[in-house]
């Protein structure tokens, strides 16, 4: 994938400092991954051009943002920036809420969006007259998106955007995220600290830790290289793209077909073509040396054990190829020791759970 821009960032502070380069991507979703105080807010105000003492270079879309002898507005930047909370105008009706940034936006605007269309997009045509108090969580969101998103910005920064939402509104709002991913060529960097979140939205991922990289690749290989910290994690889980190649409507069961040809069946209905998203924890698969017919369980995929990724108190995480289908699974260091497994040798994965997401 091409690159849009090139960000080479540092800024000191008393006792925190950043230091990174990266590339964005020029399109597709960026996902900036780390702990609260590892500096992921920070690094987006950075680039948006809200921290003073910002020192290096940013080049975006042929223009220098920051130089050491030159450094663009915020406004001149032209950027779509969320926050965690919505921060709309209470005086406002939603329709001026969305009226308002564009109004001000002093950038070259070459992209031209459709309101009636993203008001579509994002299902919100039928609160235009209503004041911010009489929304939900998930509305007010989505209301803010729409306003970034009408500044026709060169690129969205969404930090944490579902962070002071319950379970129910994220749920809510996290289709729409994946339509705008979807149907816009507008690059994005999404900062969370939530696996699930990154896992299900995210192309590409860098995982900072105090200021610097830990980590900066496809999602794919940042969930399940051993080389990533996100590998390591209590929730770690690997996520295959794939269609729905087949359902069973009487079953209410999806097969899911990736790209790689593994068949991975799922609950929900769902549509033939469809493209998808499945994501597996390492924690909801296990694993036995030979093929097993008379399970309960639907998926058992064969596959060859690639790399120990962790090996520390009373588990064993392993990497799994199947088919170059890469994913994790952690068990016992007794049933590792018990089934006599290592690197190279044919096993089979019994998954006891798949989560599903539409792309």
Known sequence: MSNAGHCSIKLQRKEFAIDVEFNIPSRGVLGIFGHSGSGKTTLLRCL????????????????TWLSDSHSLSSQARNIGYIFQEDRLFPHLSVQD?????????????????????????LNIAHLLNRKPQKLSGGEKQ?????????????????????????????????????????ELSIPMLYVSHSMEEVSLLCDHIMVIEQGRIQFDGRLHDALVSP????????DAAAVLDGIVAKQEKGFQLSTIQTANGNNIVVPG???????????IQASNISLCKTAISDSSILN??????????????SHVLLQINSRNDLLLARITQKSYQH?????????????KAVSLHST
């Open 48 to 63: 948006a051009g809200l921290e003073k003492h910002t020192q290096g270079q940013i080049e975006f879309n042929g223009k």
């Open 97 to 121: 809420n969305i009226e308002y940034g564009s109004k001000r936006c002093t950038a070259n605007k070459p992209i031209s969006l459709d309101s009636k269309d993203l008001f579509e997009l």
């Open 142 to 182: 989505r209301v803010a998106l729409a306003r970034a998103l009408l500044k026709n910005p060169q690129i969205m920064l969404l930090d944490e955007p579902l962070a002071s939402l319950d379970k129910k509104h994220k749920q809510e709002i996290l289709p729409f995220l994946s339509r705008l991913h979807r």
């Open 227 to 234: 080389e990533s910290p996100l590998a390591k994690a209590d």
């Open 269 to 279: 209905k769902t549509e033939i073509g469809q493209q998808v998203r499945v994501r």
């Open 300 to 313: 058992i995929i064969e596959g060859t054990i690639s790399a120990i990724v962790d090996q520390c108190g």
């Open 339 to 351: 089934l006599e497994l290592g690197v190279g040798q044919t096993i089979y994965m019994q998954i």
